[in-house]
C-alpha cells in the first residue's frame, strides 16, 4: 500500500531564510502534486511532477522528484510571510487514477 | 471558467442525524473524489464516482454514501452522524483520463461539518 510521508510536519522560520520540506513515497509512481492550503481553505495545485529529475519554480517555491529515491522536495528561497500555510505532496499509486495519497501536510509558519 | 463549487459552507448537526453536502465539478470534468479532512489526520480519500458509478472508496464504513448525477455533480451523504465526523469534507474533480492537463484534481472549498 502507498505511503506518502512528509516532513518536518510544522516548520517555523524567519523571513529571508531557506528552507526544504521533503515527501517520500513508499511505491512506484509517475507524478507527484504539491498543494498549497491556507487556514479553513481548500487545497490550491503548485506544482504538478511528471518525470524523474524534473524540476519546476514559481516564485520562490522550487520542486522537485527523484523517482528513483522517492523522494520530492519543496524549496523554500528566501521565505516571506505570505507563504505561511500547510504544504501538502500527494502521489497517485502507478497507473492507477482511482485516488490519491497525501502526506500529512507541513505547516509552515514564516516569521516577519 | 469556473471552479468546483461545494455547498453548504458550513454544516452543524448533532449525533445520529443524517449530513447531505454537495459538489458541482469543473464544467467537463467527469471524476469527483471526496475526501474528509479531521483535525491532525490529514486528508483520507473517501470516494471516487465516475460516469455516475462509484469506482472506489476509502476506509470508511458504509454510512458515508453518496451518488454523482447525469450532470456529474455529487452527493456525499453521511448517515447516523458520529462526533468523529466533525471535519472539512474537500471534492474534487478531475477531466477524462489522458485529457485535463496531467491528470490532475481540482479542489472545491470544503464544507466544514460539525456534530455536537
Known amino acids: 500500500e502507498l505511503k506518502v510521508e512528509q516532513n518536518p510536519l510544522f516548520l517555523s522560520m524567519q523571513e529571508g531564510k531557506n528552507y526544504t520540506i521533503y515527501c517520500n513515497y513508499s511505491?512506484?509512481?509517475?507524478?507527484l502534486y504539491w498543494y498549497r492550503q491556507d487556514p479553513g481553505k481548500s487545497l490550491e495545485s503548485l506544482f504538478v511532477?511528471?518525470?524523474?529529475?524534473a524540476v519546476k519554480q514559481e516564485g520562490r517555491l522550487m520542486a522537485s522528484l527523484d523517482t528513483k529515491a522517492r523522494l520530492s522536495t519543496l524549496h523554500i528561497t528566501a521565505a516571506v510571510h505570505d507563504l505561511s500555510a500547510t504544504y501538502f505532496c500527494?502521489?497517485?499509486?502507478?497507473?492507477?487514477?482511482?485516488?490519491?495519497?497525501f502526506g500529512k501536510g507541513t505547516r509552515l509558519h514564516i516569521l516577519p | 471558467e469556473a471552479g468546483v463549487t461545494q455547498s453548504p459552507t458550513h454544516l452543524i448537526k448533532t449525533r445520529g442525524q443524517q449530513a447531505t453536502l454537495r459538489c458541482s465539478p469543473i464544467?467537463?470534468?467527469?471524476?469527483v473524489y471526496w475526501y474528509q479532512q479531521a483535525l491532525g489526520l490529514g486528508l483520507q480519500f473517501l470516494l471516487w464516482?465516475?460516469?455516475?458509478?462509484?469506482?472506489n472508496r476509502g476506509n470508511f464504513p458504509p454510512r458515508f454514501s453518496g451518488r454523482q448525477f447525469p450532470n456529474y455533480s455529487s452527493e456525499l451523504n453521511v448517515n447516523a452522524l458520529e462526533l468523529e465526523d466533525s471535519a472539512l469534507y474537500l471534492c474534487?474533480?478531475?477531466?477524462?483520463?489522458?485529457?485535463?492537463?496531467?491528470?490532475?484534481?481540482?479542489f472545491g472549498p470544503g464544507t466544514r461539518l460539525t456534530v455536537l
Open positions: 474534487a474533480s478531475r477531466g477524462l483520463w489522458g485529457t485535463s492537463s496531467y491528470n490532475e484534481q481540482f
Open positions: 511505491t512506484t509512481s509517475d507524478r
Open positions: 511532477l511528471l518525470s524523474n529529475g
Open positions: 500527494a502521489v497517485p499509486p502507478m497507473n492507477r487514477d482511482d485516488k490519491i495519497i
Open positions: 464544467s467537463g470534468h467527469t471524476s
Open positions: 464516482y465516475d460516469e455516475g458509478e462509484e469506482r
